[in-house]
C-alpha cells in the first residue's frame, strides 16, 4: 500500500510560478512509474509530466518549455515545478504511482486556480 499526499496548489495570478509536492509514504521511486496528471472541470484527466521507465522525463505538449518535475529519493517527493501560469492550466493536479505489478495509487490532488 502507497499513500501519497500532493501540496503546493493555491491561487495564482497569470504568469506566475508555483511548485507542487508529492509525499510518497515510503521509498517508492526506484521502481515505480512516476507521474503529474490534472483534471480540469469538465475535463477528463490528462498527463502533465511522468518518470519513464528509463528515467527519463517526458511532458504533455502544452506545459513543455514551462513545468519541470523532479524528485527527492531521500525524501520520497517529487515535484512539479510550474512556471508561466496560464489560465489553462487550472485544473486539479494529482500524482500517480505505478508499482512493476500494475497496481497503482492516485493521491488526492491539489487544486490550481491560475487567474487572468
Known amino acids: 500500500q502507497v499513500q501519497l499526499v500532493e501540496s503546493g496548489g493555491g491561487l495564482v495570478q497569470a504568469g506566475g510560478s508555483l511548485r507542487l509536492s508529492c509525499a510518497a509514504s515510503r521509498s517508492i521511486f526506484s521502481d515505480y512509474y512516476m507521474g503529474w496528471f490534472r483534471q480540469a472541470p469538465g475535463q477528463q484527466r490528462e498527463l502533465v509530466a511522468e518518470?519513464?521507465?528509463?528515467?527519463?522525463?517526458n511532458y504533455a505538449d502544452s506545459v513543455k518549455g514551462r513545468f519541470t518535475i523532479s524528485r527527492d529519493n531521500v525524501k520520497n517527493t517529487m515535484y512539479l515545478q510550474m512556471n508561466s501560469l496560464k489560465p489553462e492550466d487550472t485544473a486539479v493536479y494529482y500524482c500517480?504511482?505505478?508499482?512493476?505489478?500494475?497496481?497503482?495509487?492516485w493521491g488526492k490532488g491539489t487544486l490550481v486556480t491560475v487567474s487572468s
Open positions: 518518470f519513464t521507465s528509463g528515467g527519463t522525463t
Open positions: 500517480k504511482a505505478t508499482a512493476p505489478y500494475g497496481m497503482y495509487y
